[in-house]
């Protein structure tokens, strides 16, 4: 299947995040005196190499590779290996496709199989695809962590994916907003307890950033997973 015209069109800079306060190729060496979207920047850029799509290739992955930046743009962003991915390193489909670094790419394999394993334990199915509603975006942090970080989104990398939806091969859906427990409760059926274990693996596992409606009401009605640098990672 290929992409909406949409998802690979380019994403619009319009918000105003936090400016990354000099051009990486112009700045200090020394990492601690660069500012946050600098330090995301690099963190993303030093993720892999030139292999990665090479590498993704050789999966079950489906996708389209995009132009390469060496630098973010003015406001910060970019994603330095993007590629539009529409289906995971293991087969699972991303509908509609997200545009996202190569190393995101690669990563998401981990989720995948993580997901796999959960699907297959409660419902004897696999994942089919996921709904995404976010992938690259140049914006600011949202939400409960907006407090914590003098960085922007990882969604402004390419280093992030929102998930609505998990379509199972056997013709279920499991739905964020539908079927994720309220208030913290203890998942009482078994799409609630397959949304929170896959969020406590992909943290525990993944050693990845797995957000969720228990995080704040930004997530209401979505799974975040990122892998950000781990000054980037607090909380849960």
Not at 26 to 50: C, F, M, Y
Not at 75 to 82: Q, T
Not at 178 to 195: N, Q
Not at 204 to 230: I, K, N, Q, T
Request: glycine content about 8%; proline content about 7%.
């Amino acid at each position: 299947m290929a992409p909406t015209s949409s998802a690979l069109a380019p994403a619009p800079d319009a918000t105003s995040p936090s400016p990354s306060r000099r051009r990486i190729a112009d700045g200090p060496t020394d990492a601690e005196v660069l500012s946050r979207p600098e330090k995301q920047w690099r963190w993303i850029r030093e993720a892999t190499d030139d292999t990665c799509r090479a590498r993704l290739r050789d999966t079950a992955a489906r996708f389209i590779g995009l132009p390469d930046r060496d630098e973010p743009n003015g406001n910060g962003c970019g994603i330095p290996r993007a590629v539009a991915l529409i289906r995971g390193a293991t087969g699972v489909r991303y509908q509609p496709a997200i545009r996202v670094d190569c190393s995101f790419a690669l990563r998401l394999g981990e989720i995948e199989t993580l997901m796999h394993e959960e699907a297959e334990a409660r419902f004897g199915a696999r994942v089919r695809a996921v709904g995404t509603i976010g992938s690259y975006a140049c914006r600011d942090v949202r939400g409960r962590l907006r407090g914590w970080s003098g960085g922007i989104s990882e969604h402004s990398f390419g280093n992030a994916v929102d998930v609505t939806h998990f379509d199972l091969d056997d013709g279920q859906r499991i739905s964020v907003a539908r079927h994720y427990p309220r208030d913290r409760k203890p998942a009482a059926r078994p799409p609630g307890a397959f949304l929170r274990r896959v969020v406590a693996r992909v943290w525990d596992e993944a050693d990845m950033r797995a957000l969720s409606p228990d995080f704040d009401r930004s997530h209401a009605g979505h799974l975040h997973f990122d892998a950000g640098s781990r000054w980037w990672r607090r909380g849960r």
